[in-house]
């Protein structure tokens, strides 16, 4: 408390051998560990919420629906609302520790459901335009006057207010009624549409499972192709690959996919390290033999903006980059991402 008090009061920063920067990232870190306390990771809400649901359908057989709503359904990248929409005989809202169950009935599902999913942002804007229409949005159903005109389902909702279904991944309260309004949403990536897997490590580098263990939990998973993608030469805490390791990944990967017979593939990859100045850690005679190589910052993360931002699309620039690895560095509950001009990345 103390510490904090004193960052935010601008204590430290005068300090010799402290500075601005120990004092900004003393309360970025405090904000991060605060934001901890009350968001989980998507696979930690997962695992909460999965066995949830089985839990209330075992405890409350009659009720003929139980579904995960709020955030974890919009599949945000951090969940705080723990929620459930359960179909039963009445409508009422039971607080479980951090848990929310709504319970509805078939009639009102749809539009509870709509409510407990969310985001606040998307509810507001959906009621505004509706109120422009002449209806009324309320928790139980969309109104026109004391007349109820939608609410079994979220589709029929939407459809009433001649809006395109918006997925729920989308309602964050963005642009997305003014472009279902106009139906000209995008179409969302789904598990089915994904044929392989990029960016992996295995036992070569820092990963815990051997290339061909790797390659066949994939293939058995449906998948058509296993890109693995070690650490490179730079990243020796990772144990990144020297080039005679990378010719031995190379010739194991000829093994196993001739044994695959073209109905599977390997794909040979590296994670090479985008140094300082943008250069990869490997020359290009060494590059080119790569099926596809990800590019990635893995040290100086504390470059000045402009700085960071020139090394990012000069590694872009590179004819053997295929794909940039976590490109802002952040990493969710841990640290901030480091300072970079994201738009101007993105529009190289």
Partial sequence: AELEAAAKADRIRPIKGLGASLQTKILQNLAIARSGETQLHLHKAAALLEPAVMSVKQEHPEFSRVEIAGDF?????????????????????????????????????????LEATGSAAH??????????????????????????????????IYEALGLQF???????????IERAARRQLPTLVRDEDLNGILHSHTTASDGTETLEAMAEA????????????????????AGGLTLQEIAEQHREADRLNKRYGGKFRILKGIEADILADGSLDYPDHVLEQFDFVVASVHSRFKLPKKEQT???IEAIANPFTTIIGHMTGRQLLRRPGYDLDVDKVLRT
């Fill in 73 to 113: 359904r919009r599949g945000c990248e951090l969940v705080a609302d723990l929620a459930l929409v359960a179909q039963g005989k009445k409508r009422t809202e039971i607080e479980q520790s951090t848990l929310r169950l709504v319970v509805t009935d078939k009639k009102h599902f749809g539009a509870s459901f």
């Fill in 123 to 156: 509810l507001e804007q959906l009621k505004m335009y509706a109120a422009e229409r002449g209806f009324a949005l309320k928790p139980d159903g969309l109104y026109r006057g004391r007349k109820l005109i939608a609410s079994v389902t979220e589709e029929e």
């Fill in 166 to 176: 918006i997925e729920p991944e989308l309602r964050e309260g963005r642009d997305e």
């Fill in 218 to 237: 994939t293939r058995e998973r449906g998948f058509e192709y296993y890109g693995v993608a070690d650490h490179s030469q730079s990243a020796h805490y």
């Fill in 310 to 312: 020139d090394r990012m």
